[in-house]
């Protein structure tokens, strides 16, 4: 119905950058909400960055400084640039979008999950 696919994850050295994006398909009538989550091993999924549809943005206080996120509305698509990267932010990295679906349906889509490696 609606499918989420990441890209863009990698190695990366500390203090590096990347750059991920997440483009959503299927039956779209509108996007809300999108943001991004990451899981370390071990520990708890944790909110990233999101971005509303007004483009009012939310991040994650370890992250903050260091990352943003932008939209594309048009394309359905999500971006997370990373910068300064530690080997604490070593996780996979989530996106996630509030779909109104072509039905009328409201739902939250999860993206597979992307791998971010942070070597020191």
């Known amino acids: 119905q609606v499918q989420l696919v990441e890209s863009g994850g990698g190695l990366v050295q500390a203090g590096g950058s990347l750059r991920l994006s997440c483009v959503a398909s299927?039956?779209?009538?509108?996007?809300?909400?999108m943001g991004w989550y990451r899981q370390a091993p071990g520990k708890q999924r944790e909110l990233v960055a999101a971005i509303t549809s007004s483009g009012s943005t939310n991040f994650g206080d370890s992250v903050k400084g260091r990352f943003t996120i932008s939209r594309d509305t048009a394309k359905n698509t999500v971006y997370l640039q990373m910068n300064s990267l530690k080997p604490e932010d070593t996780a996979v990295y989530y996106c996630n979008f509030g779909v109104t679906t072509g039905r009328g349906n409201w739902n939250h889509y999860w993206g597979q999950g992307t791998q971010v490696t942070v070597s020191s």
């Open positions: 299927g039956s779209i009538f509108s996007i809300r909400d």
